[in-house]
């Protein structure tokens, strides 16, 4: 089974600052992909930003130059730094992961999710 597990976020004035964080664990031969996605009320679920196992970013065009994802060595844990936030920002934040896990009939790539954070920017 694997587990993903979120901190960070809350709430913050515009123009202010959070990080958020994501540690994977359980039982996983590889990560591939990991990445935050967001999903503010009556709206759907959308990609903010994504890191490949190779390193290889990529932010959604609302965020670019705001937001900065960090990986470790490891590739198990990122980070996502958000600066200047709006009032646009606010949504609950997932922590998503495309994870390689091996069982008795071979290996199986499957996507996790974590449980979501909320994150307000609200003066």
């Known amino acids: 089974q694997v587990q993903l597990v979120e901190s960070g976020g809350g709430s913050v004035q515009p123009g202010g600052s959070l990080t958020l964080g994501c540690s994977a664990s359980g039982s996983f031969f590889r990560i591939n992909v990991m990445g935050w996605y967001r999903q503010a009320p009556g709206k759907q679920r959308e990609l903010v930003a994504s890191?490949?196992?190779?390193?290889?970013?990529n932010y959604a065009e609302s965020v670019k130059g705001r937001f900065t994802l960090f990986r470790d060595n490891a590739k198990t844990t990122m980070d996502l730094q958000m600066n200047r936030l709006e009032p646009e920002d606010t949504a609950v934040y997932y922590c998503?992961?495309?994870?390689?896990?091996?069982?008795?009939?071979?290996?199986?790539?499957?996507?996790?999710w974590g449980q979501g954070t909320q994150v307000t920017v609200s003066s």
């Open positions: 890191i490949s196992a190779e390193g290889t970013l």
């Open positions: 998503s992961a495309y994870v390689g896990t091996r069982s008795s009939s071979g290996y199986t790539w499957n996507d996790y």
